[in-house]
């Protein structure tokens, strides 16, 4: 059974940083693109940033670029978010999310973790 | 500002059936990338229910069915239940953007 536990989530500042985690199992994580989807409270999904299995290639939405970075460390099968320069806007649930499908395009997410919640706040 | 559209709400009675649409352009679905459809329960994380617009993930009942046809694509619930009621998603690559785009998402009520 895939498995995809989040961690580090915390209230943070304006302007701050933080760093998400994201233990998978059940799985070779290494064979797999993940991805971060955030839910902001009561609104909808947006797709955050992508890494490819190998973990050379990353894209991210235009909202994050230049401020996140996300890695991974398959030796350990985690997956990274390092959030900079954080905003109010930022605040939502971040999920760990396994990617699936042939070219990148048209990946589909099929495991999702719960969640770990970033509240940015003064 | 979610670039694929769908309507904030759609109802119908149990066993009815009731279609969620996903409107973008040409630089999403227009442009041939797949579309996926996620739904979510209150308080849960999102869950895969069509796949590769038209395909159902292992476990999900074929009364869920996916279809596409120019720039917009549909979600189809057949014998609505109430196990149904959750938030659902549509998900697509926008090549304008250079990555993937969800739709604003639709709550389905079961009257």
């Known amino acids: 059974e895939v498995q995809l536990l989040e961690s580090g989530g915390d209230l943070v500042q304006p302007g701050g940083s933080l760093r998400l985690s994201c233990a998978a199992s059940?799985?070779?994580?290494?064979?797999?693109?993940m991805t971060w989807v955030r839910q902001a409270p009561g609104k909808g999904l947006e797709w955050v940033a992508v890494?490819?299995?190998?973990?050379?290639?990353?894209y991210y939405a235009d909202s994050v670029k230049g401020r996140f970075t996300i890695s991974r460390d398959n030796s350990k099968n985690t997956l990274y978010l390092q959030m900079n320069t954080l905003r109010v806007e930022d605040t939502a649930l971040y999920y760990c999310?396994?990617?699936?499908?042939?070219?990148?395009?048209?990946?589909?997410?099929?495991?999702w973790g719960q969640g770990a919640l970033v509240t940015v706040s003064s | 500002q979610s670039v694929l559209t769908q309507p904030p709400s759609v109802s119908g009675a149990p066993g009815q059936r009731v279609t969620i649409s996903c409107t973008g352009n040409?630089?999403?679905?227009?442009?041939?990338?797949?579309v996926h459809w996620y739904h979510q329960l209150p308080g849960t994380a999102p869950k895969l229910v069509i796949y590769?617009?038209?395909k159902r993930p292992s476990g999900v009942p074929d009364r869920f069915s996916g279809s596409k046809s120019g720039t917009s694509a549909s979600l189809a619930i057949t014998g609505l239940q109430a196990e149904d009621e959750a938030d659902y998603y549509c998900?697509?690559?926008?090549?304008?953007?250079?990555?993937?785009?969800f739709g604003t998402g639709t709550k389905v009520t079961v009257l």
């Open positions: 999310v396994k990617a699936q499908g042939g070219r990148i395009q048209d990946w589909c997410f099929d495991s």
């Open positions: 059940g799985f070779g994580f290494s064979d797999y693109g």
């Open positions: 890494i490819y299995k190998e973990g050379h290639i990353t």
């Open positions: 040409n630089s999403n679905i227009g442009a041939g990338y797949a």
């Open positions: 590769l617009t038209t």
């Open positions: 998900q697509s690559y926008d090549s304008s953007l250079r990555g993937y785009v």
